[in-house]
């Protein structure tokens, strides 16, 4: 009879074996991060795999705390860990207890570092940059020999300004003896003095190949230059910490040769510019020295004596001629003012009878206005006088009329009398006392 397992049984039969395993206790695998995924609590998931096969891996938050890097997906890494078989979905993964970066991930650790340290150092800032000169007679070159830069910084030079000469100082830029040939030909090229700019550079390459430049030594040597250091080193992306030191980053060695130089050709154009603004200044200069020339000629013209007396002499005619018409208004006028006077001259006896006959027509205008005035006051006055008869109390009581006072007050109403008052009556010729003895409304 067949025995047969559950599941759950094989399951945990593989896993005391696997994990169980003195060869799977602790392991040693290198491969490629893919998938990576950072749980909440610290966890890191991910795939690692190589050209041929993957395996799931694990490490937990409190191994992670081990970790020099922050790794993401493309690292290649070295791990160490142990199998470990998850039973509820029956797949095995790798625990991993340690892991760094591999080859390449243990040069940008160290890359990261020194570049830290130099920093804190403060040879980063512009304030120990040194300016590079504009017309160097002079570059120096530090650089392979045979190589492509040497060749393309001559070229470049060349095409730009033929008044500098190139000097060589040959050194290895990469390998073991890398670092002690450039660290030894800036300083021969300082001892010497020579150069005006220093270009340190090589081609492109690996990070390995570009290790040199990120050596202490090397950079030590570009920080203490007393001449101005230009680095040309790999291909426009790679950053090495000798360009951060440097006076100034060419991101090729052609760019640097460009930076260390002139251009003829920009020269000759702000030489042609220089030269017609020289013209332009030079012309407006000679036309404003000509107008002045002008303007003080003539003023020596109009202060000369003989200019003076011309002047002063045209004055006087000017003046004569001006009085002489004066004169003449003059004369013209008076003349005018006599026979005015004269026209309006009368004798005694016209004045006289003038008078006579203007009080003939007074006497009579004051005879006529008066007659006029008596006529119209004589017949306002009957007009008055009519209007006032009319209106006289007097006239009322020649009808029969009287008038009823009572305390020297004139009653005009039944209201005002009581019974047994005492009144006074007035007639046109009197008055008479009475008393009142009934009244009717």
């Not at 610290?42 to 993957?54: M, S």
């Not at 017949?379 to 009808?399: I, K, Q, V």
Request: hydrophobic share 35%; aromatic share 6%.
């Amino acid at each position: 009879m067949e025995t047969y397992l559950t599941v759950s049984a094989l399951t945990k039969y593989i896993k005391a074996k696997l994990e169980g395993d003195k060869n799977l206790v602790s392991i040693y695998l290198k491969g490629e991060i893919s998938n990576f995924k950072r749980h909440s609590r610290g966890h890191l998931y991910f795939t690692l795999k190589d050209e041929g096969a993957q395996i799931g891996a694990i490490m937990f938050a409190g191994d992670t705390l081990k970790l020099q890097f922050a790794p993401k997906d493309g690292d290649h890494v070295l791990v160490q860990g142990r199998i470990n078989l998850y039973e509820p979905s029956g797949s095995y993964s790798i625990r991993i207890g340690e892991m760094q970066p591999d080859g390449i991930g243990e040069l940008y650790l160290k890359y990261e570092a020194l570049k830290k340290e130099i920093e804190s150092r403060g040879w980063f800032k512009d304030e120990h940059k040194q300016p590079i000169p504009r017309f160097p007679k002079r570059i120096g070159v530090v650089t392979s020999p045979t190589g492509a830069v040497i060749q393309d910084i001559r070229h470049t030079v060349e095409r730009r300004w033929l008044l500098t000469e190139i000097h060589l100082y040959p050194a290895q830029v990469q390998g073991p003896d890398g670092t002690a040939s450039i660290v030894s030909q800036i300083r021969h090229a300082n001892a010497r003095n020579e150069v005006d700019v220093l270009i340190v550079g090589r081609g492109g390459g690996s990070i390995e190949d570009l290790w040199c430049f990120n050596e202490l030594p090397v950079i030590e040597a570009i920080f203490h230059s007393k001449i101005p250091v230009i680095t040309a080193i790999g291909h426009e992306t790679d950053y090495t910490i000798a360009d951060f030191v440097s006076d100034l980053r060419a991101p090729t060695p052609t760019a640097a040769a460009e930076l260390a130089t002139p251009d003829k050709k920009d020269l000759l154009e702000r030489l042609a510019d220089l030269v017609e603004q020289g013209q332009y200044r030079i012309q407006a200069l000679f036309e404003q020295r000509k107008t002045q020339l002008v303007h003080l000629d003539q003023r020596l013209d109009r202060l000369s004596p003989k200019e003076r007396f011309e002047a002063q002499k045209r004055d006087l005619d000017r003046l004569g001629a001006e009085l002489a018409k004066g004169l003449q208004r003059q004369l013209e006028w008076k003349s005018n003012q006599i026979e005015r006077l004269a026209t309006k001259l009368v004798t005694p006896k016209d004045k006289i009878e003038r008078l006579k006959n203007v009080h003939i027509i007074l006497a009579s205008r004051l005879a006529t206005g008066y007659e006029h005035m008596l006529k119209d006051k004589t017949h306002r006055f009957a007009l008055c006088r009519t209007g006032l008869s009319t209106l006289n109390p007097l006239a009322l009581m020649e009808r029969g009329f009287a008038v009823v006072e009572k305390a020297d007050k004139v009653v005009s109403s039944i209201q005002e009398v009581e019974t047994g008052d005492a009144v006074t009556i007035r007639f046109k010729d009197g008055r008479a006392d009475a008393n009142i003895t009934g009244k009717k409304a």
